[in-house]
C-alpha cells in the first residue's frame, strides 16, 4: 500500500484531550507508561477498551533517528487582485476581459491540462470604474456556476485604501476531501486582465489594469484533510494492503477511522528504523505520526504531555521544546 513518504512502513496515532495523556506505554505492559530512558516503548490510542483502542509497534529508543514536531498552521487559498479601475482611464468602447486559467482541470496532474474560463463586459460612451468592475465579476461568475460553482470566488469591490479606485479579487475555494477518493487539492490558476479597443480594422490590446497576487496558496500543516487523507493511506498498509479484493469477505467496513475534516492537529514525527533478515540484515526505514487534536494554543498542552512522555523514553536531546499554550 503506498503511503506518503519514502519511508517502508508508517503507522499513525490520533490523539485528542481524552488520550493525550499516558499514550507512551511500555513495550512489554499496555497499561504501564515508560519511567526509564532507553526502554523500548509503543504508543497507545485509548478508544475505550483494549480491543477498540489502537497500538504502534514497537520502538526501540536506540534506533530512533529524530522527532519531528509541526505546529498546526491554517491552509490558505491563493487570491489574486484585478486592480487600479478608475472612472479616469476607462476606455470607453471597448471590451474588458478577465481570464482565469485553471491549471490541472479535472483532476489531472498536468500543467498542461488546463481549461480557461473569462468574463466579459463591453463598455459604452460613459461607463464608470464600479459598472465595469461589477459587470467584470458577474459574467465571470456566471460562466465558473456553469462549471458548478466550486473552484473560484470572483468579487468585486472598492479599494479599501483608494477612495474611487475598485478591485476585482479572485481567489480559490477550498475543496472537499473524501478519504481514498478525494483529496481535496487547492485549485491552482493564473489570472489575466485584457482591454481590447474597437479598432478598425485591427483591435488593440490596451490594458491599462495591474494583476497582483495577494495570497500565495499553502496546504498547511496538520490540517483535516491531511490527517483523513494520510490515515486513510497508513490504515490500509496495516488493516488491508489489497483494498477491496476480497469481496464479499470486506464487505462494508472494518478498518477504524479517528480522524476528521473538521479538525485540527499538531503532528509529531517520530523517524525510526529496525533491523530484519531477509535474506540478510536489512534497515527498515519507519516513520510514526501522532496526530493531536488542537484548537487553541491552550490545546497544545496535549501536545506537551506526550512530548513529555516521550522524553521519559528517548531523552531530552531527542525531543523539540514544547509548544506555547498561552
Not at 111 to 129: K, L, P, R
Not at 149 to 172: K, R
Given at each position: 500500500?503506498?503511503?506518503?513518504?519514502?519511508?517502508?512502513?508508517?503507522?499513525?496515532?490520533?490523539?485528542?484531550?481524552?488520550?493525550?495523556?499516558?499514550?507512551v506505554?511500555k513495550?512489554?505492559?499496555?497499561?504501564?507508561?515508560?519511567?526509564?530512558?532507553?526502554?523500548?516503548?509503543?504508543?497507545?490510542?485509548?478508544?475505550?477498551?483494549?480491543?477498540t483502542?489502537?497500538?504502534?509497534?514497537?520502538?526501540?529508543?536506540?534506533?530512533?533517528?529524530?522527532?519531528?514536531?509541526k505546529?498546526?498552521?491554517?491552509?490558505?487559498?491563493?487570491?489574486?487582485?484585478?486592480g487600479n479601475?478608475?472612472?479616469?482611464?476607462?476606455?470607453?468602447?471597448?471590451?474588458?476581459?478577465?481570464?482565469?486559467?485553471?491549471?490541472?482541470?479535472?483532476?489531472?496532474?498536468?500543467?498542461?491540462n488546463?481549461?480557461?474560463?473569462?468574463?466579459?463586459y463591453?463598455?459604452?460612451?460613459?461607463?464608470?470604474?464600479?459598472?465595469?468592475?461589477?459587470?467584470l465579476?458577474?459574467?465571470?461568475?456566471?460562466?465558473?456556476t456553469?462549471?458548478?460553482?466550486?473552484?473560484?470566488?470572483?468579487?468585486?469591490?472598492?479599494?479599501?485604501?483608494?477612495?474611487?479606485?475598485y478591485?476585482?479579487?479572485?481567489?480559490?475555494?477550498?475543496?472537499?476531501?473524501?478519504?481514498?477518493?478525494?483529496?481535496?487539492?487547492?485549485?491552482?490558476?493564473?489570472?489575466?486582465?485584457?482591454?481590447?479597443?474597437?479598432?478598425?480594422?485591427?483591435?488593440?490590446?490596451?490594458?491599462?489594469?495591474?494583476?497582483?497576487?495577494?495570497?500565495?496558496?499553502?496546504?498547511?500543516?496538520?490540517?483535516?484533510?491531511?490527517?483523513?487523507?494520510?490515515?486513510?493511506?497508513?490504515?490500509?498498509?496495516k488493516?488491508?494492503?489489497?483494498?477491496?479484493?476480497?469481496?464479499?469477505?470486506?464487505?462494508?467496513?472494518?478498518?477504524?477511522?479517528?480522524?476528521s475534516?473538521?479538525?485540527?492537529?499538531?503532528?509529531?514525527?517520530?523517524?525510526?528504523?529496525?533491523?530484519?533478515?531477509s535474506?540478510?540484515?536489512?534497515?527498515?526505514?519507519?516513520?510514526?505520526?501522532?496526530l493531536?487534536?488542537?484548537?487553541?494554543?491552550?490545546?497544545?498542552?496535549?501536545t506537551?504531555?506526550?512530548?513529555?512522555?516521550?522524553?521519559?523514553?528517548?531523552?531530552?536531546?531527542?525531543?523539540?521544546?514544547?509548544?506555547?499554550?498561552a
Amino acid at each position: 500500500m503506498s503511503v506518503f513518504g519514502t519511508n517502508q512502513v508508517e503507522e499513525l496515532i490520533v490523539l485528542g484531550s481524552t488520550n493525550a495523556e499516558d499514550s507512551v506505554r511500555k513495550a512489554s505492559v499496555v497499561a504501564n507508561t515508560v519511567d526509564t530512558e532507553g526502554e523500548k516503548f509503543k504508543l497507545v490510542q485509548e478508544e475505550g477498551d483494549v480491543l477498540t483502542s489502537q497500538f504502534s509497534d514497537v520502538i526501540d529508543p536506540s534506533k530512533v533517528e529524530r522527532v519531528i514536531l509541526k505546529e498546526f498552521s491554517p491552509a490558505v487559498e491563493k487570491s489574486v487582485k484585478v486592480g487600479n479601475f478608475v472612472d479616469s482611464t476607462i476606455v470607453a468602447d471597448a471590451t474588458y476581459i478577465l481570464e482565469t486559467r485553471i491549471l490541472e482541470d479535472g483532476g489531472a496532474l498536468s500543467s498542461e491540462n488546463f481549461a480557461i474560463v473569462s468574463g466579459y463586459y463591453q463598455t459604452g460612451a460613459s461607463d464608470n470604474a464600479q459598472t465595469v468592475a461589477e459587470n467584470l465579476a458577474a459574467s465571470i461568475n456566471t460562466n465558473l456556476t456553469r462549471r458548478g460553482g466550486d473552484e473560484l470566488e470572483v468579487i468585486a469591490q472598492e479599494d479599501s485604501d483608494n477612495a474611487g479606485e475598485y478591485e476585482v479579487i479572485v481567489t480559490s475555494k477550498p475543496q472537499r476531501v473524501v478519504a481514498g477518493k478525494i483529496v481535496g487539492r487547492p485549485i491552482k490558476f493564473s489570472v489575466i486582465n485584457k482591454i481590447f479597443t474597437s479598432g478598425d480594422p485591427v483591435s488593440e490590446n490596451v490594458n491599462n489594469v495591474n494583476v497582483e497576487t495577494v495570497a500565495l496558496p499553502s496546504s498547511g500543516v496538520g490540517t483535516g484533510k491531511y490527517a483523513v487523507n494520510l490515515e486513510w493511506f497508513t490504515k490500509g498498509f496495516k488493516y488491508e494492503p489489497y483494498r477491496q479484493t476480497g469481496y464479499p469477505a470486506d464487505f462494508g467496513e472494518r478498518i477504524p477511522f479517528f480522524a476528521s475534516a473538521s479538525n485540527t492537529y499538531n503532528v509529531i514525527h517520530i523517524k525510526y528504523f529496525s533491523d530484519r533478515q531477509s535474506p540478510s540484515v536489512e534497515k527498515q526505514n519507519k516513520v510514526l505520526t501522532t496526530l493531536v487534536e488542537r484548537t487553541d494554543l491552550a490545546s497544545n498542552s496535549d501536545t506537551n504531555l506526550v512530548l513529555a512522555e516521550l522524553r521519559l523514553a528517548l531523552g531530552t536531546g531527542k525531543v523539540p521544546a514544547d509548544l506555547d499554550v498561552a
